[in-house]
């Protein structure tokens, strides 16, 4: 059969969601089920569905980290005989991208599908009703057609792992050898690994992916070099999918969403699960933070022992964690090997080294910082990625106002948001005084994340930008639409957490709720503190427009409050740049639950099913849309405070 060139692009559809991957396809679904009638399109630049599972993506071994039941839709269950996988065992990225294709077809998205396109931007229309959206189309025989799109609501759902960090040495364009950035391994992973003239690999990073790239060339035969610089955060906590606690051995991802572990981890969104009460005690008293310490000090002493970091191997001591793992989030990882990782370090296979590189030479020759040189056939970075959604969204004045990262803070806003920090701080620490003791802080200025933009002509690659962190309202919503009664853009996908598709699922409603402003409660009352300072910054406030400041002031701190706290409780993670979180994801789930109306104890029996009912899961959540749209039918809920 004939390659096809793009067929005719709609004009027009009420929602377009950028991006196909478990966010976007979860997003698609839930929309869709609440409005089936309405016009809907999904865009994305691969060739197939998935975003990191999309068939470009997948090279040799990539597994899940997490176990067959905890990843999949709520209402599509994954049944692990039907694709070859056992209980127990992790789900191979093919699998997934197996799945994820059944999946479009079970939910009627194939119709409202569009590949092979890449957004190159979009511009609010004039009166914020709806966007423009500027679309590149590539046909399977390469033709390529440039159009646009208008559409009411737009969802990015695109990820924080769409745009990759540039690989900039020194010397790099005289290395002579293959350089490759991890976002691209799956182009060349298997040319690589058969490349008999490739014999020593050096990958660089610490991350769950350099440990991937580690896995992959070293199970080849390859001689693997394993640089990790010292002045980063040294390498990924990473753990086996069970983990024993004294005598229980506890599914490790289980552990995260049992309803009393969740307690142990400080969390200012946390009293949303009904159970303030306890975390108060357990992080406001010197004994209930022993107990913590306790629980986190046992966890990361028994992890240690059993990957064998703390074995006396002087090799491996260079690949242990650098803190307790009470401060890492999006930076723990999974050991979902099929041979031991570690010992191909035991047996000289893989040689870490814990220095930074500072340049490179013709030669295939790394030069680290220390002046030492080293020969390698391919250099495989893991050099991180941007947190950038990938879409740009002008004018860029209006993204700060968005919560988007920007460079173009006005004066005012800078020194709002400076504002907001100092309360948000001053209230984290005086809740949670353990953070005050972080080890590892991100840069304290406004503008936190650096990113490499480009080289100048005359002064070369040396000029950088830095960009704010995302600052969204519930981690989805543009806190000036908020506020202003406008609804039609949200982000989904743009935080860190290991319950990827329960995530994806509830966060996707809460976004068609609030984009057609049937959010049940979504804005709490202020505090009495913050109500007289209101008194006092804005006085003979009343009615209507007392109200609005309220709420305005509501939505402005519980950002910045978001915000700053992962900038605390994840150190050794991305907090700091965007949401990144493990052990808090059911009281987040209960968070945006409280805000449709739907009920957050789940479990039955009370309190008496939260505590001992076990942990929270795909089934836990299923049905959700109906139950949700059962409610809505009832004529329960309403419009948001200040949009009535």
Known sequence: MAPKAPSPPPSFTHTLILGGGISGLAAASTFHRCAPSSPLLILDANTSIGGVWATENLYPGLKSNNLLGTYEYSDFPMHGEEYGVKVGEHIPGTVIHEYMEQFVDWAGLREHLRLRTRVLGAEETEGGKGWVVQCLETGEDGTQKNYEIRCEKLVVATGLTCVPMPIRFAGQENFDAPIVNFASLAKVAKTLVADENVKHVTIYGGSKAAHDCVNMFAQAGKRVTWVIRCSGHGPSWMAPAYVYLGPFRCWLEKLTTTRFFTWLSPCVWGDADGFGWIRGYLHGTKLGRKVVDGFWGTLSEETLKQTGLSDGNEELKKLAPLESAFWYAGGLGILNYEQDLYGFVR??????????VVGLENGGTVRFADAELMKTDALVCSSGWRFDSGVS?????????????????????????EALNERADEEILERFPTLATAPVMEPDPLLVDPVDVGIDQERGPTVKDKYAPWRLWRSIAPPSQVVSGKRNLVFLGMLFNITTVVRAEITSLWAYAYLHDLLKQPLESLSTKDKARLEIDFPGLSGDAKARQEATERVMYDTALFNRFGKWRCAMGYGARAPDFVFDSVPFFDLLLGDLGLRSWRKGWGWVGEVFGGSYGQSDYRRLVDEWLAMRAGGVGGAMNGNE
């Open 347 to 356: 047996s000289g296979a893989v040689q870490v080294v814990r220095k930074d």
């Open 393 to 417: 969204l002008g004018p860029e004045e209006k993204l700060a106002g968005w919560g988007v990262p920007s460079t173009k803070y006005s004066r005012g806003q800078k020194e709002d948001w």
